[in-house]
């Protein structure tokens, strides 16, 4: 299973909502899983109406019992669209990546270690690498969720040569909003690779966090085709086949037609690992320019 993990460095600028959508609209047909590990944890049952205890908690207390080949199956739920979900275990530390549980859930629903992607929500990660229990350095690719404020910026410049060397290059940013300054303007900010644009659609994100309603009109959102195309972004970065077409069902529910790989598909290069970290710090001649 590729595992790719979901972050943000403040606030609350969307990493649960992004993570949903974009394993919803994921251009793959293979199996797709989001794993909630953010510390604080339990965001999906609460917003979704899911039990707390049928998750994290469920799947310890089953390996206790009866060992590291327990399946992961039971202990997941399904999102509004068939989303399939492994909720957090509330407040506390996250489980490791390599604990029994993380093994089991990285090989799927299938409980086999096949094609696939699992979605790591990890929320805020601080400069304490025990905050993410080694996940952020062991997925094959991580997302930066950015707000488009001066202060996020700021901070994404800060933290990249840590999280460029935490991930070994394995790193993109999408920005939320887009008003102020763009994914391609940070990127050149930072020395992080921009992924995508999450266009500011509040409506349709309380939607994607729960809320009642959808319909046609959610699943042709500006905010469900950003998370479509970041996903495509991702993908090329993973190996994962990339459909040249595919539509979005109501929820998440994907459709596609045809399945090519795009050029360059792969993990990021050295060359380019190597060229993001020298351009950390560098001026930039965008609407960043007058951030200090």
Do not use: K
Not at 225 to 250: C, F, K, L, N, Y
């Amino acid at each position: 299973m590729t595992v790719i993990t979901v972050i943000s460095l403040s606030g609350a600028p969307g990493v649960t909502t992004l993570g949903c959508l974009v394993a919803s609209t994921w251009p793959d047909p293979g199996p797709v899983l989001v794993v909630e590990c953010d510390a604080s944890g339990g965001d999906l049952a609460a917003r979704f109406g899911l039990s707390p205890a049928v998750g994290w908690r469920s799947l310890s207390a089953a390996i206790r019992r009866g060992g590291p080949m327990t399946p992961l199956h039971p202990h997941l739920q399904g999102l509004p669209g068939g989303l399939q979900v492994l909720v957090g275990a509330g407040e506390g530390a996250p489980l490791a990546a390599d604990t029994p549980e993380a093994r089991v859930a990285r090989g799927g629903p299938g409980g086999g270690h096949g094609d696939g992607v699992v979605f790591v929500d990890l929320g805020r990660v601080s400069r304490d690498r025990t905050d993410t229990g080694g996940w952020l350095e062991e997925g094959d690719q991580a997302i930066l969720v950015v707000r488009d404020d001066a202060a996020a910026a700021l901070r994404a410049r800060d933290r990249a040569s840590e999280l460029l060397d935490r991930t070994e290059g394995r790193i993109g940013l999408v920005v939320v909003g887009g008003t102020n300054f763009r994914s391609c303007e940070l990127a050149e900010f930072t020395g992080i690779e921009a992924l995508g644009d999450v266009a500011f659609d509040p409506e349709n994100a309380a939607l994607a966090s729960g809320a009642s309603g959808g319909g046609r009109r959610f699943e042709r959102s500006r905010l469900v085709e950003s998370a479509r195309r970041i996903g495509a972004s991702v993908a090329s970065r993973t190996g994962e086949m990339v459909p040249q077409d595919h539509q979005v069902d109501t929820a998440g529910i994907r459709t596609l037609n045809g399945r090519v790989a795009p050029p360059g598909a792969g993990r990021t290069s050295v060359r380019s690992y190597r060229s993001a970290r020298r351009a950390v710090g560098r001026p930039s001649s965008s609407s960043l320019d007058g951030v200090v």
